[in-house]
T-cell receptor, first 112, second 114 residues
Framework: KNEVEQSPQNLTAQEGEFITINCSYS?????LHWLQQHPGGGIVSLFM???GKKKHGRLIATINIQEKHSSLHITASHPRDSAVYIC??????????????FGKGTHLIIQP | EPEVTQTPSHQVTQMGQEVILRCVPI?????FYWYRQILGQKVEFLVS????????KSEIFDDQFSVERPDGSNFTLKIRSTKLEDSAMYFC????????????FGQGTRLTVV
């Protein structure tokens, strides 16, 4: 069973700061997802990674397969980025139907 | 932009009653999932569904739970006899090719069992 650990659990920063959220997992995976959960509960998929790096606007996600580690970066953070950011991994046992294993999430607050 | 739709957004039910949570996945997607999140806890996998059958289920998904894709568009989660501990946010998700395409999530149904 994969153990997914995120750090930090809580992060408060000032608008404009560069944000890094980390995710480590214990067992090899086929894909890693970064998700954003808004205060109302809805979940939005930000990235799906199996290697390397992806960028979308001010968001950058990286993954190091050998080290079983991924980071989510937010550049020029803004109060609207305030949300819970969740790392979730999909096992490497094959097939496309495996469910995701989730981290506990990082609660980010960006203050104006 | 395509989206996964869940109804209702909030449901309150008496303990012991049956509830059906409904989801309309993205039309060309092939893999469907239910997850739940108990208040204050992390999201947990319940079940995955592909080719009209369950592909994988977690230990949470016991005999009280069932899923169905009755008409080719809806994907439902039924809880036969609800318990207080079933109170949670339930999320439906769908993907086109499983592991290799990002998942689209619905907005969730908040189930409150009283």
């Amino acid at each position: 069973k994969n153990e997914v650990e995120q750090s930090p659990q809580n992060l408060t920063a000032q608008e404009g700061e560069f944000i890094t959220i980390n995710c480590s997992y214990s067992v090899g995976i086929s894909a890693l997802h970064w998700l954003q959960q808004h205060p109302g509960g809805g979940i939005v998929s930000l990235f799906m990674l199996s290697s390397g790096k992806k960028k979308h606007g001010r968001l950058i996600a990286t993954i190091n397969i050998q080290e079983k580690h991924s980071s989510l970066h937010i550049t020029a953070s803004h109060p609207r980025d305030s949300a819970v950011y969740i790392c979730a991994v999909r096992g490497s046992s094959g097939g496309g139907a495996d469910g995701l294993t989730f981290g506990k999430g990082t609660h980010l607050i960006i203050q104006p | 932009e395509p989206e996964v739709t869940q109804t209702p957004s909030h449901q309150v039910t008496q303990m012991g009653q049956e509830v059906i949570l409904r989801c309309v996945p993205i039309s060309n997607h092939l893999y469907f999932y239910w997850y739940r999140q108990i208040l204050g806890q992390k999201v947990e996998f319940l079940v995955s569904f592909y080719n009209n059958e369950i592909s994988e289920k977690s230990e949470i998904f016991d005999d009280q739970f069932s899923v169905e894709r009755p008409d080719g568009s809806n994907f439902t989660l039924k809880i036969r006899s609800t318990k207080l501990e079933d109170s949670a946010m339930y999320f439906c998700a769908s993907t086109l090719q499983g592991a290799f395409i990002e998942a689209f999530f619905g907005q969730g149904t908040r189930l409150t069992v009283v």
